[in-house]
């Protein structure tokens, strides 16, 4: 499977992974805190993976024949766009009245790009050749 194929399909779990939280979320259900904690932070944590596989899915494709280390550099660049734009939109909304600022949405945007940068390495890999 090409690499832009394996990171444009983690980027769409990570889409299915957000939209499965909002819809969890809208649902009439009992306050469980724990749930209703990791339902709040999930979003980030989702978006931040989404965002920079896709971004590096549409990049992989159209540098097919890429190095790793172009990769490496490629996901750096799409990482950055990823969290900073995250965690812009959070401090953005200290600024408004509608919209309410939650410090824990940073750290899920943080462990989620933690996780992308893991996925990215294990996806990444090639198979070895065989003697």
Not at 94 to 111: C, I, N, Q, Y
């Given at each position: 499977m090409r690499l832009s194929t394996r990171y444009g399909l983690t980027g769409i779990g990570a889409l299915s992974l957000l939209t499965a939280a909002h819809q969890v979320r809208d649902m009439d259900r009992p306050p469980q805190p724990t749930i209703d904690y990791l339902l709040g932070v999930l979003p980030n944590f989702a978006a931040a993976i989404a965002i920079a596989f896709v971004l590096l899915s549409i990049w992989s494709d159209r540098n097919q024949e890429a190095d790793f280390k172009s990769a490496k550099r490629a996901?750096?660049?799409c990482v950055c766009i990823s969290g900073l734009g995250l965690i812009a939109w959070e401090l953005f909304q200290?600024?408004?009245?509608?919209?309410?600022?939650?410090?824990?949405?940073?750290?899920?945007?943080?462990?989620g790009i933690s996780v992308a940068s893991a996925l990215f390495f294990l996806l990444s890999q090639q198979p070895s050749a065989k003697a």
């Open positions: 996901f750096f660049v200290k600024t408004s009245s509608r919209l309410v600022f939650d410090p824990h949405d940073v750290g899920a945007t943080a462990v």
